[in-house]
């Protein structure tokens, strides 16, 4: 009995069959938790925090209903972290990714269970793997060469990102204003450069792409509110100190008349600062942080715009904008670099006024107002354009095309079978596992639907058959559709990192043969 106490008293381990048995179930159970929101009908979930607020979030995007879960199964972890990467890597097939992994790890507990080992088990799947890329290698559509075609690509593909999601309703509009947003990067992935601002009222379908920059301020008090050809300087610098603020100073002086000099100098300082600050020729200032009335006053006297309390994004995508540098001295006027903009004016969005730039240097940035019923509605619709965005980037970068609706899945499972049919030994029974993964990603879908996926998934595989078919499973109607008639794409790249993710995830899983929990260390009684 003493010999098998090597761990501390309260860490447990659990060793072969358990252990893989606990991460197989943690896994799978993930897996089912997230498959219903898959595909065109798939449902939301509502996730409540249990913290002060009880904030709700509605959602249909697989990360972040993984990032919001606090899980103990140390597989499940394994599989929200993959969840994640593919959320900050191509921002789409979040749920695709969770649900292929715990399919392979539900096929490879059967094989286990069949006394393969699991080493078998996971080189069988890199092979089945790398054979499923290359399949849908050989069947991508390039058309970058092309620009019209390419734009049409691109809305295919946003159109389909967007309809699993809340905006599936006004989908070719979104999808519009997704691919004008990303056209506008010309094949930068930065999505700094477009700003979302989200306004409750009106309803989703008043939601519209503005060409300029949207600053979420009001303009302050006697102060143009219309400015042309502007050159603004972003900064970002105290300017409160016209008054000795008093915490924090301590100053000894032996008259009050002493404390309006010392008042007196620091307003010096203020105005000899504003008028350097004004010394750039500009007519437009924006600071980060809070403006006081006396340089205000000062500003607005020499016909100078001055917005404070710009939050930092703000500033910094104003300044990536606008062509600015953020300044935060301002002695040699000549290093630092101004922002320039044809029009500054306000404009209303719903009943909040709001500073528009227009025309400015940068044509790249651009600012989506999302309008909607409700915080959740507009939240929602916010990760769903960030993941249509997201994708678009990535395929401006990768301009490879696939089609969609569960297409891909089916001609990597018919090459995987053929694979599995030519290799020896028991490395094929993990192959062709691998190739019943693959086909469970249509079959959710059709079941989300509420189709009858066995029979569906068997005709589709029968028209894969036949060579060069678009066939794949087209929910509205019910049936078996041509993906290339109906316009559902999807880009390479998001399926490549699906597969291999969900691959390299299932396998990590697959080698675990030991979990130790350590045991929590015990609070002290301080009392």
Not at 145 to 159: C, S, V
Not at 290 to 295: A, K, Q, R
Not at 331 to 350: A, R, Y
Request: a negative charge; hydrophobic letters at 45%.
């Amino acid at each position: 009995m003493a010999i098998e106490r090597i761990l501390k008293d309260d860490a447990s381990e659990e060793k072969g069959e358990r252990a893989r048995m606990a991460s197989f179930v943690g896994a799978i159970a993930i897996t089912d938790l997230v498959k219903t929101t898959l595909g065109p009908k798939g449902m939301d979930k509502i996730l409540q925090s249990t913290g002060r607020g009880q904030a709700v979030t509605v959602t249909n995007d697989g990360a972040t209903i993984l990032k919001s879960l606090h899980i103990d199964n140390p597989a499940a972890k394994v599989l929200i972290d993959i969840s994640k990467v593919q959320d900050d890597e191509v921002g789409d097939g979040t749920t695709s990714v969770v649900v292929l992994a715990g399919e392979l790890l539900r096929e490879a507990e059967k094989l286990v269970a069949a006394k393969i080992h699991p080493m078998t088990i996971i080189s069988g799947y890199r092979m089945a793997a790398e054979c499923g890329r290359n399949a849908l290698l050989q069947r991508v559509v390039d058309n970058k060469e092309n620009a019209e075609k390419f734009k049409l690509d691109l809305m295919k593909i946003a159109m389909t990102t967007l309809s699993s999601k809340i905006l599936s309703q006004d989908k070719v509009h979104f999808a519009q204003l997704a691919v004008d947003a990303v056209m506008r990067l010309k094949g930068s992935t930065n999505l700094e450069a477009i700003q979302i601002i989200k306004k409750p009222g009106g309803s989703l379908k008043d939601s519209f792409l503005d060409e300029g920059f949207i600053l979420d301020k009001k303009i302050g008090l006697g102060q143009p509110k219309r400015i042309e050809n502007a050159k603004i300087l972003v900064a970002n610098t105290a300017m409160d100190t016209d008054k000795v603020k008093i915490y924090g100073a301590r100053v000894r002086v032996d008259s009050m008349s002493k404390v309006a000099e010392i008042e007196g100098a620091e307003k010096e300082k203020m105005r000899e600062k504003v008028q350097k600050i004004i010394a750039h020729g500009i007519n437009c200032f924006v600071n980060r942080q809070l403006i006081y009335n006396f340089p205000e006053e000062l500003f607005a006297d020499a016909g100078v715009l001055a917005i404070e309390h710009a939050d930092f994004d703000g500033i910094e995508r104003l300044a990536l904008v606008t062509g600015g540098e953020i300044a935060s001295t301002f002695d040699n006027p000549e290093s630092v670099k101004l922002g320039h903009c044809n029009l500054i004016e306000e404009i209303m969005i719903g009943e909040d006024k709001l500073i528009h730039f227009s025309g400015v240097e940068m044509g790249q940035a651009c600012t989506i107002v999302l309008r909607g019923a409700s915080h959740h509605v507009l939240d929602e619709a916010e990760r769903s354009l960030h993941d249509a965005l997201c994708v678009l980037s990535q395929t401006v970068n990768d301009t490879r095309v696939v089609l969609g609706g569960g297409w891909p899945e089916m001609v990597m499972a018919k090459a995987v079978d053929e694979l599995a049919r030519q290799t020896p030994g028991k490395k094929s029974h993990a192959i062709e596992a691998f190739s019943r993964a693959l086909v469970a990603i249509p079959t959710i879908i059709s079941d989300n639907a509420g189709l009858d996926s066995a029979d569906l998934v068997a005709q589709l595989r029968a028209e894969h058959h036949k060579e060069g078919c678009n066939a794949g499973i087209d929910v509205i109607s019910g049936s078996v559709g041509d993906m290339a008639e109906l316009g559902i794409s999807e880009s390479f790249k998001v399926k490549q990192a699906v597969l291999l993710s969900a691959t390299e995830a299932a396998e990590m899983i697959l080698r675990v043969d030991e979990i130790i929990t350590c045991a929590p260390r015990k609070r002290e009684d301080r009392m």
